[in-house]
């Protein structure tokens, strides 16, 4: 028995390094990281990851609930997989981060940093994920869940994004994300520095970050927001059926632009607590700053992330188009 979030909470080491049970043998391969294998052939290959942003919470407990029913037999394996726990300093802090972001330090791009546990903690990420994908039966398919909740309220609660790339998207990913109730589905039009675009790119993952409801305290969640994520994964580890879809149609929006912020008179013209998919129509003013003003030019168009707080060169919001 491995609770590995108590064991990142309390920042200690378990009695018991590696061991098996019935159905898997395991091996924790240090802070917030757990390998299962099962005993019996497998072929999918899964990378399980949450808190990446140490204060998103639920998605920790809801990894946490799916390790301790592997180990108490109410759950089987039936893939391979490697539980993470991202930034563990900063999910025993209940922050985001502490220095600097993790999701834009993948692919290498820690190294632009100064070198802190944060990005250290990114360079052992991805090592440990490519010693694990390296590992496994080469037959099998690779998938990555990453699990994150957001920061701001959202008019579509619950969705997914596609890093970029230029391989076919996985049908069965994207049928697994249906089958999560997940509200919409959206595709990256840009190279990015993210968990998910690496291992895309370094190991032709079939890849996605999951957005799920808002980030609250240890404690604060309700579990039953994320049941339906939770029914998913649990059978994807099992292999068996996919939940039936509760809601309508999932709808689907690929990034179409970014506004940038470019100088420090920049202003969105959304309110402060704009929600995620707010849309804008033709014509309409989006930014406003020195170098111009931003206008739609398209029937309409939603915002995903829009922080006019980001420091002067990043972007500011990404701008979407609904795919018929
Ligand atoms: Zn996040």
Redesign the pocket.
Known sequence: MVDLLTLTLEQRVPVQMQGETAGFTWQWLGEGLLQCTPKTAYRKTMLLSAG??GN?TAPIELLANIINDLFAQRLTLAVRVLFVFGNPEAIRHGVRYLENDM?RMFCGAYQQLAQDPETERAAHLEQVTAQFFADSEVDTRRYHYDL??AIRASRLPVFALFPYQTQPYDDFLIQSLKAADLDALVYHNAVGKTFTHFTVERFQAASSTLELGKAKPFGENDLAEFASTDQMLRAVLADQALPIRQKSDIRQFKVVDSVLKQSEDFQLKLSADAPNFSTFQKGELIATQQAGDYVVHDQQVWILFPNPKVKTGLRAGLILKEIE
């Open positions: 990446i942003h998103e999701n994150h909740t």
